[in-house]
């Protein structure tokens, strides 16, 4: 499969723990993608990585929430310190932007299956 | 008043019917995106658009950039058409993150 897969699926923490979600993207997608949903809502926007550069960061995305894509392929969003508010599917998608031109600014998404998260 | 508002939140529907899903924004826009969720999570991305009209198969985007509204039209709907349908508009401001709407769930019955 050449999707966009997420690990883990599932995640039960309880509170203050320390958790780490990981998305593989499709290999040559070089923009990446976390957003985060709540049940009954669309998702939010939480970051976005170009190549390896992150270059938008949601006022969402506190302190206690970072993300990093090292080489520009896989990509890791670590939550310290979790709080029961942080339970929510956690999703990541993929895309492929060519060129500079207006073209670049619009591109299919590819979304990978989530992890949920549950903090007790 | 939420960016990006989506008509109905619900909508059952028999299978056969016509269906139509309705998404205002309130910011200018690059482009709208109609998306389709099913339970468990996945999101597929069905439209991206930036004016007029795209069609595949049975689904019909349209999109009105002067009065910021988008319609997604399902033809000759069917079970498996039963999803939630999300809206998503990217700003005209150049940032790349999508704004989504809460979604509308369809369900057809057969």
């Known amino acids: 499969d050449t999707g966009v897969s997420q690990d883990p699926r599932h995640k039960i923490t309880k509170r203050g723990q320390n958790v780490t979600f990981r998305c593989d993207p499709i290999?040559?997608?070089?923009?990446l993608y976390w957003y985060r949903q709540t049940l009954g809502q669309g998702p939010e926007f939480l970051t976005y990585?170009?190549?390896?550069?992150?270059?938008?960061k949601s006022r969402l995305l506190s302190d206690r929430f970072s993300a990093e894509r090292p080489k520009g392929s896989f990509s890791t969003l670590e939550i310290q310190r979790t709080e029961q508010g942080d339970s929510a599917m956690y999703l990541c998608?993929?895309?492929?932007?060519?060129?500079?031109?207006?073209?670049?600014?619009?591109?299919?998404?590819?979304f990978g299956s989530g992890t949920q998260l549950s903090v007790l | 008043k939420n960016e990006v508002e989506q008509s109905p939140q619900n909508l059952t529907a028999q299978e056969g019917e016509f269906i139509t899903i309705n998404c205002s924004y309130s910011?200018?826009?690059?482009?709208l995106h109609w998306l389709q969720q099913h339970p468990g999570g996945g999101i597929v991305s069905l439209f991206m658009?930036?004016?007029g009209k795209k069609k595949h198969g049975r689904l019909i985007a349209t999109i009105n950039i002067q009065e910021k509204h988008s319609s997604l039209h399902i033809t000759a709907s069917h079970p498996r058409d039963s999803a939630v349908y999300i809206c998503?508009?990217?700003?005209?401001?150049?940032?790349?993150?999508?704004?989504f709407g809460s979604g509308t769930r369809l369900q057809v019955q057969p």
């Open positions: 910011v200018g826009i690059s482009a």
């Open positions: 290999s040559e997608h070089n923009r």
């Open positions: 658009l930036s004016s």
């Open positions: 990585f170009q190549n390896e550069a992150q270059l938008e």
């Open positions: 998608a993929s895309s492929l932007a060519q060129g500079t031109g207006p073209s670049a600014t619009n591109e299919k998404l590819f």
């Open positions: 998503a508009v990217r700003s005209g401001t150049g940032r790349r993150a999508l704004t």
